[in-house]
């Protein structure tokens, strides 16, 4: 018994932070995300699908992004549940209730847990919907599954924790749930745990959209009888370490479906240039310029340079002034005393204002040793 586990695909978001034509691209390729799903439904197999809420961003979706999706979802050729969030809460007009769905849709609608059994896998998929945008209460409070020789599974949208505005479950009633897994939605980052018996997981969403959903994305495969594994997310995307669940073996394997990544690189000046003569790259780049200069580099000149090979790229300077510039501020010259007054006032200073009082002390520099900043 295998099943494909994926949420948050915030179709039809807005995309701030890049031009029109790139906004619009993204939003295509946000609007493939099923699509690209049944693919890997199809050549993994699945018996199952499980998609535990805000597959839309919110309440205004194009009537092509729905049928894309529906679509898609009927290609799957699977049993598909769906667990609506908080972005795409179930009421009268959403979507899900507006639109028709393949016969192999079944959607929750209300936010009491339901079961529905699937005798032909001697499985049970319990879940619930958001009616509103926020939800206080613990969707899985007082729920436990029967212990009747059946998998039993969750497909709830909720963030794991004791309080908070969007379904906060409480890892003591995942623990009571008595499932196998539990298909969480919500978490943008892919991430999971144990609770008692219970293997619970969030894959986080198909595509990044913003420097806050960095690295790899994609959707878990969760296999049933096989040796037990643990996902766990890491900066460089999910890594799996292995654990003993205990009577039912759970694996769940990330596998990654974007198209493109948001990736944040530190690197010296000297590193960026070698990273310049790389090849042309598909990801979203905020470079970070570290290490020490005696002037402040040229960002909007060096942005311009890399842009052609970065589907979008931005730097930010973190770079210092060379730490053997300070030894000369016991010179009794004017550059000495500009050097211990600067140096006493960068000691007070908060982040913001470092900033300000670096660019000063390199621009002070420049005016008293004659020098010349790249930047004048
Ligand atoms: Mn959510």
Same mark, same amino acid.
């Given at each position: 018994?295998?099943?494909?586990?994926?949420?948050?695909?915030?179709?039809?978001? !807005?995309?701030?932070?890049?031009?029109?034509?790139?906004?619009a691209?993204?939003?295509?390729?946000?609007?493939?995300? !099923?699509?690209r799903?049944?693919?890997?439904a199809?050549?993994?197999?699945?018996?199952?699908?499980?998609?535990?809420?805000?597959l839309f961003?919110g309440?205004?979706?194009?009537?092509?992004?729905?049928r894309?999706l529906?679509q898609?979802?009927?290609?799957m050729?699977?049993?598909?549940?769906?667990?609506?969030?908080?972005?795409?809460?179930?009421?009268?007009k959403?979507p899900?209730?507006?639109a028709?769905w /393949?016969?192999?849709?079944?959607?929750?609608?209300?936010?009491?847990?339901?079961?529905?059994?699937?005798?032909?896998?001697?499985?049970?998929?319990?879940g619930?919907?958001f009616?509103?945008?926020?939800?206080?209460?613990?969707?899985?409070?007082?729920f436990?599954a029967?212990?009747?020789?059946r998998?039993?599974?969750?497909?709830?949208?909720g963030e794991?924790?004791?309080?908070?505005?969007?379904?906060?479950?409480?890892?003591?009633?995942?623990?009571?749930?008595?499932?196998?897994y539990?298909?969480?939605g919500?978490?943008?980052?892919?991430g999971?745990?144990?609770?008692?018996?219970t293997?619970?997981?969030?894959?986080?969403?198909?595509?990044?959209?913003?420097?806050?959903?960095?690295? !790899?994305k994609?959707?878990?495969i969760?296999s049933?009888?096989?040796s037990a594994?643990?996902?766990?997310?890491?900066?460089?995307?999910?890594?799996?370490?292995?654990?003993?669940l205990g009577?039912q073996?759970?694996?769940?394997?990330?596998?990654?479906i974007?198209?493109?990544?948001?990736?944040?690189?530190?690197?010296?000046?000297?590193?960026?240039?070698?990273?310049?003569?790389?090849?042309?790259?598909?990801?979203?780049v905020?470079?970070?310029?570290?290490?020490?200069?005696?002037?402040?580099?040229?960002?909007p000149?060096?942005?311009?340079?890399?842009a052609?090979?970065?589907?979008?790229?931005?730097l930010q300077d973190?770079?210092?002034l /060379?730490s053997d510039?300070w030894?000369?501020?016991?010179?009794?010259?004017?550059?000495?005393?500009?050097?211990?007054?600067?140096r006493a006032?960068?000691?007070?200073?908060?982040?913001?204002?470092?900033?300000?009082?670096?660019?000063?002390?390199?621009f002070?520099?420049?005016?008293?040793?004659?020098?010349?900043?790249?930047?004048?």
């Open positions: 018994m295998k099943l494909l586990h994926a949420s948050d695909f915030h179709l039809d978001s !807005p995309l701030s932070g890049l031009s029109p034509e790139k906004s691209l993204r939003r295509r390729e946000l609007r493939e995300i !099923p699509a799903l049944a693919a890997l199809k050549e993994e197999g699945v018996d199952l699908v499980l998609l535990p809420g805000d961003d309440a205004r979706v194009y009537p092509e992004t729905v894309a529906a898609a979802l009927e290609d050729a699977a049993p598909v549940f769906i667990a609506p969030g908080n972005h795409d809460c179930y009421h009268n959403s899900y209730a507006a028709s /393949p016969d192999n849709v079944y959607i929750f609608t209300a936010p009491e847990m339901q079961g529905f059994e699937l005798p032909g896998l001697n499985c049970v998929v319990h619930c919907a009616t509103a945008p926020r939800r206080e209460d613990d969707p899985l409070r007082g436990t029967p212990d009747d020789g998998l039993h599974l969750l497909c709830v949208h794991v924790g004791l309080v908070g505005s969007y379904a906060p479950i409480d890892p003591k009633s995942l623990e009571r749930s008595g499932a196998a539990a298909a969480l919500h978490v943008h980052a892919a999971s745990g144990k609770a008692g018996r293997l619970w997981a969030y894959p986080g969403c198909p595509e990044g959209r913003g420097f806050d959903e960095l690295g !790899p994609g959707a878990l969760v049933f009888g096989e594994r643990l996902v766990v997310s890491s900066p460089d995307g999910p890594t799996f370490t292995p654990v003993d009577v073996p759970v694996a769940a394997k990330f596998v990654p974007c198209r493109r990544q948001y990736r944040i690189e530190t690197v010296s000046l000297d590193d960026f240039t070698a990273w310049m003569s790389q090849g042309e790259s598909p990801n979203l905020r470079f970070l310029l570290s290490g020490e200069s005696p002037f402040a580099p040229d960002l000149a060096l942005t311009a340079q890399a052609s090979r970065f589907f979008h790229v931005e973190r770079t210092t /060379p510039l030894a000369r501020a016991e010179e009794e010259t004017l550059t000495g005393l500009f050097l211990r007054e600067m006032r960068l000691n007070e200073a908060d982040e913001t204002e470092r900033e300000k009082l670096l660019l000063a002390a390199r002070g520099l420049a005016a008293l040793e004659g020098g010349e900043d790249i930047r004048l």
